[in-house]
């Protein structure tokens, strides 16, 4: 009997994951404590970067990213228009205004020559960074849009939300690990529950950069200090500073707790995600009317997405709902979203983005799908192009 409904992503939570959520929940701190510096820790070790930040989400380690990086109103972004909103959304947060940049064909990723007209196009000194994102699990080439970015005085945020473990190999044929701090000012990670490391919600910012380490820390935390090296007076030891405007987006003790879990798992998560990756690649290789994910040059792609193109994506897609198959769309892009149209961008802008949007369609993608469901899945989407042709 295969299990039914099956969906696109799902999480993994294990005994051991429960068990540690409770050992925190028993313990002196659930709130920000000591589980939650450890889990910073072990993260940055697992990423190679100097210093990590726990979040309440990913939207926020997108929001406070962009905060320290001092974005502000009058400011232009150019962002990817191949995301989730919240890519976007987190400069809008500051007031600034967002231009959107198209993708690549084959990688889906930010097309780096239509981004350096844009930015000749432009007069110098017009855009102030860019939000990159490593999409479906694929590492952008973070050295090529590094030098774009030096060569125009841009700062770059890599939303690499779908990528953690993976990397691209630079042109000194060094492993670069997507958010290790060497080429983006800084990185984002989300572990919603559909992403590699699941905490419910909860985020993490990374960076080689201490300056921002020290402020991303801070504004999680209503831009308090109890740094006496910063204060104006420290009146003794409960005394504390609010020396600039920041938030509550703090991570609890029992999700650092399933985060520490969870990421013990990590790389079998990885190995396992490219066994279905593989079998999906293998039944589609012959089949008329289907276009499979490009196979990633000189990278190692992390593979949070396993997403094919269609000529008739909503039949597809109403035809897996049918059988209990739950697929997903990723993504609409952002500049056609209502909010973003009424601060002027238009369809037209982004018309590679666009293309792609009318016949992507995600297939279930996660560590505990079965070869049984995964077989069921294969079998139904060959029914369904068998049909339509």
Not at 169 to 196: E, R
Not at 311 to 333: A, C, M, N, T, V
Request: net charge negative; glycine share 8%.
């Amino acid at each position: 009997m295969i299990k039914k409904p099956i969906p696109y992503g799902h999480q993994y939570i294990t005994d051991e994951d429960a068990a540690a959520v409770i050992d925190a929940l028993k313990a002196n701190y659930i709130t920000q404590g000591p589980r939650v510096e450890e889990f910073e820790h072990k993260f940055a070790e697992y990423i190679g970067v100097n210093h990590a930040t726990a979040v309440s989400n990913g939207t926020a380690a997108l929001h406070l990213s962009a905060l320290a990086l001092g974005v502000k109103p009058g400011d232009k972004v150019l962002v990817v228009t191949m995301t989730f909103v919240a890519s976007a959304n987190c400069i809008r947060y500051c007031g600034a205004d967002v231009t959107f940049c198209d993708i690549d064909k084959d990688s889906y990723l930010i097309d780096l020559d239509k981004l350096r007209k844009t930015l000749e196009a432009a007069p110098k000194g017009t855009y102030k960074g860019i939000v990159a994102v490593d999409f479906a699990g694929y590492p952008v080439d973070l050295e090529k849009l590094s030098a774009l970015a030096k060569e125009f005085n841009l700062w770059v945020i890599e939303d690499a939300c779908h990528a953690p473990g993976g990397y691209f190999v630079d042109s000194k044929g060094i492993k670069q690990y997507c958010g290790n701090g060497k080429f983006a000012d800084l990185t984002v990670f989300s572990f919603h529950p559909v992403k590699h490391i699941a905490t419910g919600e909860g985020g993490m910012i990374t960076t080689n950069k201490d300056d921002l380490y020290d402020q991303v820390s801070r504004l999680r935390s209503h831009g308090i200090t109890k740094d006496p090296a910063i204060m104006s007076k420290n009146d003794g030891g409960w005394y504390y500073e609010m020396i600039e405007l920041g938030c509550n987006y703090r991570m609890t003790e029992f999700q650092a707790a399933l985060g520490l879990s969870q990421l013990k798992r990590a790389e079998w998560g990885l190995t396992r995600r490219y066994e279905i990756v593989d079998k999906y690649n293998k039944a589609f290789a012959h089949i008329e009317g289907i276009t499979t994910p490009k196979v990633a040059d000189n990278c190692y792609h992390a593979y949070h997405l396993y997403i094919i193109q269609v000529e008739d994506r909503k039949g597809l897609y109403d035809f897996l709902r049918e059988k209990e198959i739950l697929s997903q769309i990723h993504y609409i892009p952002v500049h056609v979203q209502p909010y973003y149209k009424q601060l002027g961008s238009k369809e037209g802008d982004c018309p590679v983005a666009e293309d792609y949007y009318k016949h992507c369609i995600s297939l279930p993608l996660f560590p505990i799908l079965t070869d049984e469901q995964q077989a069921y899945v294969i079998e139904q989407v060959k029914t369904f192009l068998k049909a339509s042709h």
